[in-house]
């Protein structure tokens, strides 16, 4: 981590002091998912509630700008122009780089078909199933560390060769078991937990950006 990746990282431990016992755990969190995109992969996100929010939440942050410009390259600019010229400049001057993510929430159709034809519990598991490759990363949003959907999402995770990311609080409970890297921020009561949640995230979403666009 150098330059400004750097400097987004360690502001946020002067705004969130509490979150320096995190340090290392951020810290391999951003290396997990960085070398995931690298390597042409992308990050499949859950949680229930509030923490479903934070996931769509999070997906937004990487599938667009979020304080850069993140201008398309000339290949594809090129690309675009030669198959239209008027469509493709208005395409290429609107378009934004994308870190590719998917909130596995958003799925009515597919998770309410499941949720009544199979298992409830499982129904972000089978989105990993069917959407996880071994160059991904799943990032499990819990403030207990418990919710059992996550926890089956984390094992199918595993089995399919994904890299594991918690983000939870407390304890940390049972995900932190199946993780690669775990942060658990230093709160017990859930609004508490999702209230250091977002600097996290927001943080992690910075350094993204910053280190590809």
Known sequence: MTGKV???YNELFSRYPSLEREKDNITKSFEIIRDSYKDGGK????GNGGSAADAEHIVGELMKGFIKPRKLDAELTQKLTSINKE??????EAMQGALPAIAVVDHVALSTAFLNDVNPQMSFAQQING???GKDVFLGITTSGNSENII???IMAKAKGLKVVGLTGRDGGKIKDYC???II???TETFKIQELHLPVYHALCLMLEEEFF
């Open 6 to 8: 750097l400097e987004l």
């Open 43 to 46: 990050l499949l996100v859950a």
């Open 87 to 92: 469509l493709g400049t208005e395409l290429s």
């Open 131 to 133: 959407y996880g490759t």
């Open 152 to 154: 089956y999402a984390a």
């Open 180 to 182: 690669d890297a775990c």
């Open 185 to 187: 921020v230093p709160e």
